[in-house]
Each structure stands twice: as structure tokens, then as C-alpha cells.
């Protein structure tokens, strides 16, 4: 079994910053791909950013300048430095990782989500 477990969400002001955390376990042989994606009431998830295994980055247009995505060096805890908050990155936020097991399976995990919310 993988587990994502989220944490770092919160109330916070337009403006303001917070930092997500993602940390994986469980039978993991390697992670690769790691990422964030949003989902706000009554619209679809949408990718917020992705980090590969070897720390190449992207970003959607909506948060480039202002997230930043990044890993640890062991590769199993992914981080969301949110900045400049607006109102619109109001949503639940989740972690998302391409996973091989220790029986050479590959997973896409999701975690249960973090709810983000920024006020005006």
C-alpha cells in the first residue's frame, strides 16, 4: 500500500503565503513524477504544478511567479510554496505521484486533498 498524506492548508489573507506538504510511504520502490493539482467548487481539478524525479518543473499560468514546487532529497516529500495568494486559489489542493512498488507495480496516487482558503 502508497500513501499520500497532505498537509499545510489553511485560512489565509489576499497576499499572503502558505507551504503544502506531501509525503509518501508505504511499499514504494521509486517515485517519479510529483505534483499539485486544484479544484474549486463547482469546477474540475486542474494541474497547478508537476516536479519530475530529476527536478525539472512546470507550472500553470495561473501560478507562475508565485508557486514553487519542490522535492526533498529523498525524493519521497513534495512542497507547494504558495506566495501572493489571490482569492481565485481558493480550492482543495491535491497531491498527485507516479509510484513503482517494491513488486514493480506503477500507481498514480492521489492524496486526500488540503483545502486552501484565501480571503479578500
Known amino acids: 500500500q502508497v500513501q499520500l498524506v497532505e498537509s499545510g492548508g489553511g485560512l489565509v489573507q489576499a497576499g499572503g503565503s502558505l507551504r503544502l506538504s506531501c509525503a509518501a510511504s508505504?511499499?514504494?520502490?521509486?517515485?517519479?513524477?510529483m505534483g499539485w493539482y486544484r479544484q474549486a467548487p463547482g469546477k474540475q481539478r486542474e494541474l497547478v504544478a508537476t516536479?519530475?524525479?530529476?527536478?525539472?518543473?512546470t507550472y500553470a499560468d495561473m501560478v507562475k511567479g508565485r508557486f514553487t514546487i519542490s522535492r526533498d532529497n529523498a525524493k519521497t516529500t513534495v512542497y507547494l510554496q504558495m506566495n501572493s495568494l489571490k482569492p481565485e486559489d481558493t480550492a482543495v489542493y491535491y497531491c498527485?505521484?507516479?509510484?513503482?512498488?517494491?513488486?514493480?507495480?506503477?500507481?498514480?496516487?492521489w492524496g486526500q486533498g488540503t483545502l486552501v482558503t484565501v480571503s479578500s
Open positions: 508505504g511499499s514504494i520502490f521509486s517515485i517519479n513524477n
Open positions: 498527485n505521484a507516479f509510484i513503482t512498488t517494491f513488486t514493480r507495480r506503477n500507481l498514480e496516487n
Open positions: 516536479i519530475t524525479r530529476g527536478g525539472i518543473t
